[in-house]
């Protein structure tokens, strides 16, 4: 029996919405970091304010930064980084990749810990990579809990990582590699790198504050030693939590429009303007907002995901519905995420009656009849929203601790409430 309680996934009807949607996760806690590390203020405009977000600002506070809310916005005033604290991850991935880098800047021990589920999440190229650049990193499974003790000094240069797990590894690294004395060439020696805009993302971050960041080829990259600066910021909508608002308009055959769709952006969240029609919806642009309009049938896809695996969850809910096969590739590192998503995709979606198997890196899904049931949610917010997706057309979805969305978007319910009720 869950020790959580379980939420009604509410049926839908047709609607007619506009959903304004929080900033984004990806870009908040690289801008928040990036704030910490600036030769003067930063006032971030409408960061996100989530679980996430707020261990960032808690780690960081630790360390020495100050944080100051103005209305919606945040003023981050940096300070001397200082050591001998305790942070707290969570089962936050970036806090786990990008704190630990900028340990490296503290002279003094800082200790690492998080969730249950956070132990469980792959981190020993982290611990490797501080390790190289002459880190004292004690940990007895090469993941959470461990303490980083250094100099504060770092010599920087050149460095191998395997981020195949994740491209987190390499973004927590050219976060922090202005503030060493020769910047970082980093490789990635693996064969696989999930997630590459990502990496585009912390890379743009860089250079939009005054540091020359470069990708070198597909696996290499260049950050040079230089300032920081602070400035204004503006942190774009979280396109990837768009996902399970305009999946409810594929499936319930109604109407929602997301205002200030960034016409250029690095968030991979922006592909379900590509991928959104495979499956049938029509996507339209009306001056700054995107407008998807369910039009009665989903289609099964064909899709590899590996530009973005964070959108499997929603695209996998929409499959499970649709009326044809879909093979979703590309993915096998999300079952190093908050949870092992391709396991509990392929669990939640047979539990109701689908038919869901894994593949080596994906998933394979055959239509079948949906029947009500529990959808267990293994403290996964991208599992959460999921399940509300497919309780849309199913009737008696019970979703498992739905709080979860706390971890990127705290009103998840009341944006869906309003949503469904919108005519």
């Known amino acids: ?74 003023r981050v005033t940096p300070g001397p980084l200082h050591g001998n604290v305790s942070i707290d991850c969570g089962l936050a991935g970036t806090v786990m990749r990008f ?20 132990r469980r999440r792959p981190m020993h190229t982290t611990i490797d990579s501080l390790r190289a650049l002459g880190a004292e990193v004690a940990s007895d499974t090469n993941g959470l809990p461990f303490t980083v003790s250094s100099s504060g000094q770092v010599q920087g240069g050149e460095l191998e990582i395997d981020a195949t797990s994740s491209s987190q590894f390499v973004s927590g690294l050219l976060l922090v590699a202005a503030k060493f004395a ?19 993302m912390t890379l743009e971050t860089l250079r939009q504050r005054g540091v020359d960041a470069k990708a070198l080829d597909e696996r290499t990259w260049r950050v040079e030693p230089g300032a920081i600066s602070g400035g204004t910021v503006v942190i774009e909508p979280d396109l990837s939590n768009a996902g399970p608002f305009l999946a409810a308009a594929m499936v319930t055959g109604g109407q929602i429009r997301i205002p200030l769709w960034p016409a250029k952006t690095t968030q991979v969240g922006a592909e379900f303007e590509r991928i959104l029609p495979l499956m049938g919806a029509k996507v339209s642009r009306s001056g700054s907002d995107l407008v998807v309009q369910g039009t009665g049938v989903l289609k099964g896809i064909d899709v590899d995901l590996s530009i973005g695996g964070e959108l499997a969850p929603v695209i996998a809910g929409l499959a499970a519905l649709a009326g044809g096969a879909s093979r979703i590739t590309g993915i096998a590192h999300l079952r190093g995420h908050e949870t092992d998503r391709l396991k509990a995709l392929t669990n939640e979606i047979n539990g109701i009656g689908g038919k869901c198997k894994e593949l080596p890196d994906g998933l394979e899904i055959q239509p079948a009849k949906l029947h009500a049931g529990k959808w267990h949610t293994y403290e996964d917010h991208r599992m959460a929203t999921t399940g509300a997706v497919i309780g849309l057309a199913v009737p008696g979805i019970e979703v498992e601790n739905i709080a979860t969305t706390s971890k990127t978007m705290p009103e998840f319910v009341k944006l869906w409430t309003q949503m469904l009720e919108s005519r």
């Open 1 to 74: 029996m869950s020790e959580f309680p379980f939420w009604q996934a509410p049926l839908g009807k047709p609607f007619n919405a506009l959903v304004s949607l929080p900033g984004s996760k990806s870009l908040t806690n690289r801008e928040l970091l990036l704030s910490a590390l600036a030769d003067s203020e930063t006032l971030l405009i409408a960061p996100l304010r989530s679980r996430d977000s707020q261990l960032m600002i808690d780690a960081l506070t630790l360390l020495g930064t100050n944080f100051a809310w103005q209305g919606d916005d945040l």
């Open 99 to 118: 704190v630990p880098p900028l340990a490296l800047l503290v002279n003094g021990k800082v200790n690492f810990d998080g969730d249950e589920g956070a």
């Open 182 to 200: 020769n910047g970082l060439t980093l490789r990635h020696t693996g064969e696989d790198l999930p997630s590459l805009p990502h990496i585009e």
